[in-house]
């Protein structure tokens, strides 16, 4: 049996209610899409035993060592199935499903996980007025033979950037993972390089 520590973090899951409905669309370049980045297949930092498995069971993916799971609010979404911060509370993960429907089975069946990725970013515009710009352009990463899209944002009034990356699991389920740097305890949060690499290692962790 996996142990988790799990915390009921109200202010944390405050930050994250604001986050999970604000995005505004911001088109790239097809030249940019199209570009490849390849991933190595081993995590770039230590990995521990305790993992996250969606609702059905079709992906599953371990949490950094140290890293525990919150308890999740009914104030969230229910397309959030699991919310993860580090020892420090300046990093949190978030894992949710993007649900299938007519509009975007067509627009994934056309474009893929870029039509995807745009799609996620659609949905969440249509909530808010605005308020989150996208930072840089759509990127396809390349993990072994797993795919993804990834696309950055940040809060018009805050410069902290939200790392989130798209995917398509073996059954054809819809995934969005989300890295959120939080400033609720007043610590130093980590590095670039250092977001970069955790970021990085939950994409190669996860299995679908």
Avoid at 148 to 159: G, H, I, K, L
Wanted: glycine fraction near 4%; include cysteine.
């Amino acid at each position: 049996m996996y142990r988790f520590r799990i915390i009921s973090f109200f202010t944390l899951i405050t930050a994250l209610v604001a986050l999970n409905s604000c995005f505004i669309v911001k088109r790239s370049s097809p030249k940019d899409e199209n570009q490849i980045i390849s991933i190595s297949p081993k995590p770039e930092i230590q990995m521990s035993e305790d993992i996250i498995r969606s609702k059905n069971g079709d992906i599953l993916a371990f949490l950094p060592k140290s890293w525990f799971l919150v308890e999740l609010s009914e104030k969230l979404s229910n397309d959030i199935f699991a919310v993860a911060v580090n020892p420090d509370y300046t990093l949190t993960a978030v894992f949710s499903i993007i649900k299938n429907g007519d509009a975007i089975d067509q627009v994934v069946t056309k474009e893929g996980l870029s039509g995807l990725a745009r799609m996620c970013l659609a949905k969440h515009e249509r909530k808010t007025g605005g308020g989150i710009k996208q930072v840089g352009t759509f990127s396809q990463l390349q993990v072994g033979k797993k795919s993804f899209v990834e696309f950055d944002f940040q809060s018009m009034t805050n410069p902290l950037v939200t790392r989130s990356a798209v995917f398509i699991s073996s059954v054809n389920q819809y995934y969005q993972f989300a890295l959120i740097p939080t400033e609720i305890t007043g610590k130093e949060l980590p590095s670039k390089e250092e977001t970069d690499k955790i970021f990085r290692s939950f994409l190669i962790s996860i299995d679908f």
